[in-house]
Each structure stands twice: as structure tokens, then as C-alpha cells.
């Protein structure tokens, strides 16, 4: 990398770090994408518009879809961006806080694939691999979730009724059929 390249990504990361909500650096060196799409790996394509990761937001979409919930990068990458439809309105904030659980744990399995994919030089999993992990990830987080919550919250209420839906959603059922014990508390 050539220097006055460095110290431009220097400047940037000093930027980003003065604007983000963390102190950790997130930072992508300009090349094409980890996964061999060709594309030119931004944040939105490592994190949502890549192929290889689409499928992902793709799975998790067409199940929240019933509540009107919106997987775009405007909505992943600013929370509050975060809308619903009639039916999604009755769990608005159970909804918003399985949704930023299932966001968090799915940049976050992202990320930790597309590294060893880049720097470990590990296989990608195979796409029904990583819905199943994400899946798993995303119980366990509302799990520890719900049993951190007072026994009266109205939201944990809210989450339940919720994921009741969730489970007779199509693309969904039948992982809620093989695990049912996923969110057992």
C-alpha cells in the first residue's frame, strides 16, 4: 500500500473513530470481496449486499416479513430506522428488540466468517450451515435476553407472542420443528 494511501486510511479510521458509537476500528482494506463475487468490498457489500450474504438477510427477511420488517442497509445500519406493519404495530418494541438482537448477532457471525474466510483461509460454510448457525446464534441471544428481564416486562410478553408467529412462519418452521427447545427458559 502505497504511503500517502496509509495515512489517508489513518485519517479516516481517526474520523470514524471520533463519530462511532464504539471505539473499535471496522476498517475494510480496498480489495475485492472475500468471497470471490468480484465486487469491490465496502461495508455494505462485506456486511449485506455480497451474495454470499444476502442469503442470510434473505432467510431472516421472508420470516419477519410478516410483521413488515425491512432488512435494507438503511435499517441495518441505522437502527432507528426500524418500521413495522399493522400486525408488527401490536409488538412494536418486542419486535424492535428481536430484530437489533438478530441484526447484532448476524453482523457479528458475518464478520467472524468473513475473517477466518480472508485471514485463516478457511471454506466458507455452505449456506444452510450458516442459516442454521444464525439461527442458533439468534435464540441464545434472545434467550439470555429474556432471562435477564423483569418477569412482568411487557416486552418480554410481547417477544413471546411474537416468536409464536415466528415459528409457523414457512422458512422458518421447520429449524423451530428440529430444535424446539431453542428458547427454552
Not at 84 to 110: E, Q
Not at 138 to 148: A, N
Not at 149 to 177: E, K, M, V, Y
Amino acid at each position: 500500500m502505497p504511503n500517502s494511501t496509509t495515512s489517508a486510511c489513518k485519517r479516516m479510521d481517526a474520523i470514524a473513530l471520533q463519530h462511532a458509537p464504539s471505539q473499535c476500528k471496522i476498517w475494510l482494506p480496498p480489495n475485492h470481496s472475500t468471497y470471490g463475487c468480484g465486487a469491490v468490498e465496502t461495508h455494505q457489500h462485506a456486511f449485506h449486499d455480497c451474495p454470499r450474504i444476502c442469503t442470510l438477510w434473505d432467510f431472516h427477511s421472508t420470516a419477519l416479513d410478516c410483521f413488515g420488517v425491512d432488512f435494507n442497509w438503511s435499517s441495518i445500519s441505522d437502527l432507528e430506522v426500524f418500521m413495522t406493519n399493522r400486525l408488527g404495530s401490536h409488538h412494536y418494541d418486542a419486535l424492535y428488540i428481536l430484530w437489533s438482537l438478530l441484526v447484532a448477532s448476524l453482523l457479528h457471525s458475518i464478520w467472524v466468517q468473513h475473517n477466518f474466510v480472508q485471514y485463516e483461509h478457511r471454506s466458507p460454510l455452505s449456506a444452510r450451515t450458516w442459516t442454521e448457525h444464525s439461527f442458533h446464534a439468534w435464540t441464545m441471544s434472545i434467550g439470555r435476553w429474556h432471562r435477564l428481564q423483569d418477569p412482568s416486562c411487557a416486552d418480554r410478553f410481547g417477544a413471546l407472542d411474537a416468536l409464536r408467529i415466528l415459528q409457523n412462519q414457512p422458512n422458518c418452521r421447520d429449524l423451530w420443528t428440529r430444535y424446539p427447545h431453542c428458547l427454552q427458559l
